[in-house]
């Protein structure tokens, strides 16, 4: 009857496997959640950002656009630290690779996905939890509907989806609106602490 044991100890040691790549994954998470990526990430950017704007000296935004924020990998000229405007024709050649606009905004967006997913964690319940859920809904939708309206031909120079009287007059009851529930909720709602 040796053989009544066997599938237990295979059982055990899949389920050993199974928490170690779980694990493991859950370590490579960690990493690419790692503050020093977001760090470097940053730096890189205000790098690309520095030398862009250097590039504007000879080259167009929409040029500079494409070839520094949009791409994958960035071709900067050397000729690029060295502006027309400060010290004349420059005959220095070459470049070098750097990380575009593209990649290094994928790398943090990876990083803050990963940052969440291992090291914060909802902490709120019920109804809290639910207005919370609300209010970022919200915030997303008007965020969305901002980059939606920015990319009219027409720019902020063109007619405005909603007239300018029509959005004072919806802040002004808004306004109202949320100083009336605030001053209900002061007066009425029980005294809690900020601080646990």
């Known amino acids: 009857m040796a053989t009544g044991s066997m599938p237990i100890r295979s059982m055990a040691s899949s389920q050993m496997a199974v928490s170690s790549v779980r694990e493991t994954a859950w370590d490579c998470l960690r990493a690419l ?3 020093k990526i977001t760090v470097v990430m940053f730096i890189a950017a205000n790098f690309l950002l520095f030398v862009g704007t250097l590039a504007q000296d000879e080259k167009s935004l929409p040029e500079v656009k494409a070839e520094y924020f949009n791409c994958w990998v960035a071709q900067i000229p050397f000729s690029d630290f060295f502006p027309v405007t400060v ?5 220095l050649t070459g ?6 606009g593209a990649t290094i905004g994928f790398i943090l967006l990876v990083n803050l996905i990963a940052a969440k997913a291992t090291r914060f964690h909802i902490a709120a319940k019920g109804s809290r939890l639910f207005w919370g859920t609300v209010v970022s809904v919200v915030g997303g939708l008007l965020a969305l509907l901002v980059i939606l309206t920015g990319h009219q031909t027409d720019g902020l120079q063109g007619k405005p989806p909603i007239a300018y009287e029509t959005v004072w007059q919806l802040m002004q009851v808004g306004s109202a609106v949320a100083a009336g529930g605030l001053a209900a909720v002061a007066l009425t709602g029980k005294r809690r602490r900020l601080v646990r």
């Open 33 to 35: 959640g790692s503050l």
């Open 87 to 91: 010290f004349g024709e420059s005959t």
């Open 95 to 100: 470049w070098f690779p750097f990380p575009g």
